[in-house]
């Protein structure tokens, strides 16, 4: 027997092979909202200030170059701008530590690390006067939203670097400004004389003066811890508008804008030093 030779199929013969398909772009990552503060990762750079009052954040701003608004959502309202080059927000964080923790937390998400919270306060001690700045470098933690965090022996420090910065930019300015351990409460109104722990309350007045806290505040605690364990950089810097150790807790609102003025001044500070300037 013979083999048969195998016979080529003629090139038109062929099956043609379907053309591949042009891969398709990778869509783009999306980049969430966050929930609170409506705002999205691009939106800001690292440095933010922060104010309590929403109608302070356009004042703050109108210290930035080409400042605009780009977000205001509940007590939470955004300006951006540049300080020299430098990408800066600021937002407001309403009053006290509960809405402040968020804001923290949703600025993190952003991509937001080091932050400055400019307020006022109220003196505790007969040396710091009204129209002055006190730079927190810790919070005695008397309020709640911390203790949902860590425990009580965890302390709320402000962050060494930050710090530093805001009180070099107080003595560039020229300001009267004093570093130490202020207090930080939830209940603004806990000095009225009908409150029924009244005199459980003026004990620890006494034992705060005593162990020389300067001031008394609300969101320094939870800016603090919060930063902290997100490992973000945090500071504050509040100008004094009362005497609470005189039981004068607001007599004037002054000093505001020596405040904003050393938190900017700060950041300058922080960049170039990050920077190696």
């Given at each position: 027997m013979t083999a048969k030779k195998a016979t080529k199929k003629p090139a038109a013969a062929k099956a043609a092979k379907p053309a591949k398909k042009a891969a398709k772009p990778a869509p783009k990552p999306v980049e969430e909202m966050q929930y609170h503060i409506h705002l999205r990762p691009s939106d800001i750079g690292r440095y933010v200030i922060l104010p309590g009052d929403p109608g302070r954040v356009p004042k703050i701003a109108a210290h930035f170059d080409n400042p605009r608004e780009i977000a205001f959502n509940r007590e939470y309202r955004t300006f951006v701008g540049t300080v020299d080059g430098i990408k800066v927000a600021c937002t407001s964080t309403g009053i006290g530590c509960p809405s402040t923790a968020i804001a923290v937390e949703e600025l993190v998400k952003?991509?937001?690390?080091?932050?400055?919270?400019?307020g006022t306060c109220g003196?505790?001690?007969p040396e710091v006067g009204v129209g002055?700045?006190?730079?927190?470098?810790?919070?005695?933690?008397?309020?709640?939203?911390?203790?949902?965090y860590v425990p009580l022996?965890?302390?709320a420090v402000a962050d060494l670097d930050v710090t530093l910065a805001l009180r070099q930019a107080?003595?560039?300015?020229?300001?009267?400004?004093?570093?130490?351990i202020g207090h930080c409460k939830d209940a603004f109104y806990i000095e009225d004389k009908d409150t029924p722990i009244r005199e459980?309350?003026?004990?620890?007045?006494?034992?705060?003066y005593r162990s020389n806290v300067?001031?008394?505040?609300?969101?320094?605690?939870?800016?603090?811890?919060?930063?902290?364990?997100?490992?973000?950089?945090?500071?504050e810097v509040l100008s004094v508008i009362g005497l609470t150790y005189a039981d004068a807790p607001i007599m004037k609102v002054v000093g505001v804008d020596d405040a904003i003025r050393t938190?900017?001044?700060a950041i300058r500070i922080l960049d170039r030093q990050r920077k190696g300037r």
């Open positions: 952003c991509g937001a690390d080091t932050f400055i919270r400019v003196a505790l001690q002055d700045l006190c730079i927190t470098t810790g919070a005695v933690r008397e309020e709640g939203t911390t203790r949902q022996s965890y302390p107080a003595q560039n300015l020229g300001l009267v400004a004093h570093a130490g459980e309350i003026e004990a620890k007045w006494n034992a705060w300067i001031s008394t505040s609300m969101e320094s605690a939870a800016l603090f811890v919060v930063s902290s364990i997100r490992r973000a950089h945090a500071g938190a900017i001044e």
